[in-house]
């Protein structure tokens, strides 16, 4: 686990902690000390704390211009024990919503497990967003997470599924990322071949 960093090769574009408006801003990351564990395993100290003890994250890209960031998580999104949408929720995303942002894409090769609790912070993100035209996308979601994300009903609030999985976004930049997920929101394009 500790080899697995964030993705790295938009820093040229953007570091949230260089970011006045990111909950990361100020930020210092160490490349040799490791202390954010995942159980047992730590973590690349790259990714950041946001409070959950099971799931880490990045903010790879924002732009408040068109309302939108890229997100990768790493971990096990456990609502049941950790309540971790709600760390997700309250320290990530509404610091980014007070500065306009309404679309998210989440990255989630990296997301090992989820276990639902209560839909409570789902739906009180969607009606956010949607009041706004805005939207919560999940990419590339293991079969399993998938099935127990649908289990729980997210599918409500949050898109995801086959069309937003297998997508290759790592040599994309942030812009074509972001408009390739618009335009599967939007129904304009309906599945990505990987």
């Known amino acids: ?15 949230a902690e260089e970011d006045e408006r990111s909950p990361f801003f100020g930020r ?36 408040y211009d068109e309302q939108y960031a890229l997100i990768e998580l790493i971990g096990e999104w456990n609502d049941t024990l950790h309540n ?12 980014l919503m007070k500065h306009g942002i309404v679309k998210f894409v989440f990255f989630c090769e990296n997301v090992l497990n989820f276990h ?9 993100w969607a009606e956010e967003v949607g009041e706004e035209h805005g939207w919560i996308v999940l990419i590339n979601v293991r079969q399993h997470v998938e ?10 609030y949050l898109n995801f599924g086959e069309q937003y999985n297998n997508i290759i976004w790592h040599p ?3 812009q074509t990322v972001f408009l ?7 129904g304009r394009i309906r599945q990505i071949a990987g």
């Open 28 to 63: 210092t990351y160490s490349e040799f000390e490791f202390s954010l564990r995942l159980y047992n395993y730590f973590l690349h100290p790259q990714w950041d704390e946001f409070g959950s003890s099971t799931l880490y994250g990045k903010i790879l890209f924002v732009d």
């Open 180 to 186: 390739l997920v618009q335009a599967l929101v939007d």
């Open 116 to 124: 639902a609790s209560e839909d409570d912070y789902y739906a009180e």
């Open 172 to 174: 994309q930049k942030p």
């Open 1 to 15: 686990m500790h080899q697995l960093e964030p993705y790295f090769r938009w820093r040229d574009f953007y570091t």
């Open 84 to 95: 971790d949408i709600m760390y997700l929720k309250r320290n990530v995303v509404d610091p």
């Open 147 to 156: 099935e127990e994300l649908s289990a729980a009903r997210l599918q409500h």
